[in-house]
T-cell receptor
Framework: KQEVTQIPAALSVPEGENLVLNCSFT??????LQWFRQDPGKGLTSLLL?????REQTSGRLNASLDKSSGRSTLYIAASQPGDSATYLC?????????????FGKGITLSVRP | EPEVTQTPSHQVTQMGQEVILRCVPI?????FYWYRQILGQKVEFLVS????????KSEIFDDQFSVERPDGSNFTLKIRSTKLEDSAMYFC??????????FGPGTRLTVT
């Protein structure tokens, strides 16, 4: 059974700082991994998807890396802004045939101080 | 840009009542999912649906729950007799060939 851990649970940084959010998972037989953003009381916005064959994926100021064999992924946010304040969720996807499901971590709540 | 929509945004119901949560997935998507998030907890997988049948369900998805695709556009989650512990945010998601899942804004279900 896949278990996902995201540490720390919360992080507060000053604006402009570069930061790394960590995710670890127990079952390395993943198909891909998605990083999501969740604003309070809102839905999940997909930020990046990394296929299991990839090591990195970039979108704007965001860069996600994946080390499948060690069960780790990181989300790098460059030059953080107050608008980046949200909860960031990591979710590896396990797939067998037509069945696939995401397993979520509890997320890291990021606060970027102006 | 196409998106997943869900209605209602908030549903309040009394314990023991039946509720139906509705979702309109992205139109050319083939795989559909329901997840839930109890306040302060992780997002949890409930069920996946493909080709008009359940592909996989979690241990949470017991006989009280059912899913249906009644027409070519809607995907519904029915809870037959709601319990207090069913109070949560319910998210619908869909995907096409790529397993990247796109989530709707959620329905907040409050059982009193």
């Amino acid at each position: 059974k896949q278990e996902v851990t995201q540490i720390p649970a919360a992080l507060s940084v000053p604006e402009g700082e570069n930061l790394v959010l960590n995710c670890s998972f127990t079952d390395s037989a993943i198909y891909n991994l998605q990083w999501f953003r969740q604003d309070p009381g809102k839905g999940l916005t997909s930020l990046l998807l990394i296929q299991s064959s990839q090591r990195e994926q970039t979108s704007g100021r965001l860069n996600a890396s994946l080390d499948k064999s060690s069960g780790r992924s990181t989300l790098y946010i460059a030059a953080s802004q107050p608008g980046d304040s949200a909860t960031y969720l990591c979710a590896p996807l396990n797939r067998t045939g037509a069945n696939s499901k995401l397993t979520f971590g509890k997320g890291i709540t990021l606060s970027v101080r102006p | 840009e196409p998106e997943v929509t869900q209605t209602p945004s908030h549903q309040v119901t009394q314990m023991g009542q039946e509720v139906i949560l509705r979702c309109v997935p992205i139109s050319n998507h083939l795989y559909f999912y329901w997840y839930r998030q109890i306040l302060g907890q992780k997002v949890e997988f409930l069920v996946s649906f493909y080709n008009n049948e359940i592909s996989e369900k979690s241990e949470i998805f017991d006989d009280q729950f059912s899913v249906e695709r009644p027409d070519g556009s809607n995907f519904t989650l029915k809870i037959r007799s709601t319990k207090l512990e069913d109070s949560a945010m319910y998210f619908c998601a869909s995907s096409r060939d790529s397993p990247e899942q796109y989530f709707g804004p959620g329905t907040r279900l409050t059982v009193t």
